[in-house]
């Protein structure tokens, strides 16, 4: 036990007498420069503001191709850089954007195709995923489908006429017992 305590204290001894060097002599004054200027340009990030947020196709036939484009200008203090634009379904299509960074300024644009997919209401969001202090920028799509009217017919079951199926279970412990 004793030799156990003293070789951890000849370590400890060791390691104390080994870091008497002073850390800040180390610091090179361009680096500290480098970061400053780092640090400055870190709050500075680039905003993506479009035209609009939202676009109304208004009444549409159902599965009618119909296509948008929104344009948008980087208002920030840095380049913008658009990663990705996806949709919230395979409906709606985003394409033509440009991968290039955007100076401040600047101005892009991007279209958007809804294949006319849904009845009724239909909102769709388009998700543009960039170098923002957000990191992703929403737009919408909304349209009034309108029903297919080649669309087969949907029956409907009388249920006053129609006997009730009961489901029983036949597995062990389970007897007798009504599933519905």
């Known amino acids: 036990m004793k030799k156990v305590l003293l070789g951890i204290s000849a370590f400890c001894l060791i390691a104390f007498v080994s870091c008497k060097k002073d ?14 200027k780092r640090d400055a340009n ?5 905003v993506l503001e479009f035209d609009r947020s939202e676009h109304d196709f208004g009444e549409m ?3 009618a191709n119909v296509e948008t484009v929104f344009n948008y200008t980087n208002t920030g203090d840095a380049p913008l850089v658009i ?16 991968r290039e960074p955007l ?5 892009g644009k991007f279209t958007v195709k809804f294949n006319g997919t849904g ?5 769709k969001t388009v998700t543009v995923t960039a170098n923002t202090e957000k990191g992703r920028e929403v737009v919408r799509i909304k349209a009034f ?13 009388n249920t006053q006429n129609a006997s009730k199926v ?8 389970h007897e007798g017992h009504n599933h519905d």
């Open 145 to 157: 489908v309108k029903p297919d009217p080649n669309a087969p017919a949907k029956t409907t079951v």
């Open 83 to 98: 990663t990705n634009i996806s949709s919230s379904c395979g409906c709606t299509i985003p394409k033509d954007w440009s």
């Open 61 to 63: 036939e159902a599965k």
């Open 42 to 46: 870190s709050t500075k990030f680039p």
């Open 119 to 123: 009845n009724g209401n239909v909102t």
């Open 103 to 107: 100076s401040p300024g600047e101005s």
């Open 166 to 173: 009961v489901k029983s279970s036949t597995q062990p412990g």
């Open 23 to 36: 850390a800040t002599s180390k610091i090179k004054d361009e680096n500290v420069a480098e970061a400053a």
